[in-house]
């Protein structure tokens, strides 16, 4: 509710600082694709960082408010409420060091749909639990495949908790 998500909305989750290198600016070019056939659909954005202005002027120049919304920097106690509000876990960064969000998000039973890069080797499963894109194009026709697809959509659910399981704490 305080983000304007409807329960009928998809969300997609992007989680993390919001650093000029993590090309956040590519997922809100992306929403830019998606909405034109997708309506129940929004990213939300969460976290702090020096991309945060220049994110909110991109997203206000390409008129996309209504389906992107920024939380802002959220306590550590209070980030799995966002994996849970998530449908899908976006991310267009090739920097990542220890990729940890992203086995958060598989953690939560989010798909991923994350910008091809060899830190994602054995985390996103291509076709198992999401798939990697390497063009806005792509990235499109991921989100659409999971969201439009129910059965592939669950698969990769459950596919990203057993994938997750493999860096629990018992192992």
Do not use: W
Request: glycine share 10%.
């Amino acid at each position: 509710e305080k983000y304007g998500i409807q329960k009928e909305d998809k969300v997609l989750l992007s989680l993390g600082r919001l650093g000029f290198e993590k090309r956040i600016d590519e997922l809100i070019y992306g929403m830019k694709e998606i909405v034109k056939t997708e309506e129940d659909i929004k990213l939300l954005i969460v976290g702090g960082g020096p991309a945060r202005e220049s994110l909110e002027a991109l997203t206000k120049e390409l008129e996309l408010e209504e389906f992107i919304k920024f939380a802002g920097m959220v306590e550590p106690k209070e980030v799995k409420k966002y994996y849970q509000v998530g449908d899908v876990f976006v991310c267009a960064s090739t920097s990542e060091t220890q990729g940890l969000t992203y086995i958060e998000a598989a953690a939560s039973g989010l798909p991923l749909i994350c910008r091809k890069d060899p830190c994602l080797y054995g985390v996103l499963e291509e076709g198992g639990n999401g798939y990697s894109y390497e063009s806005i194009q792509q990235f499109v026709s991921g989100v659409q495949r999971l969201l439009e697809e129910k059965e592939i959509f669950e698969n990769a659910r459950q596919h990203s908790r057993k994938i997750a399981e493999e860096y629990g704490t018992k192992r």
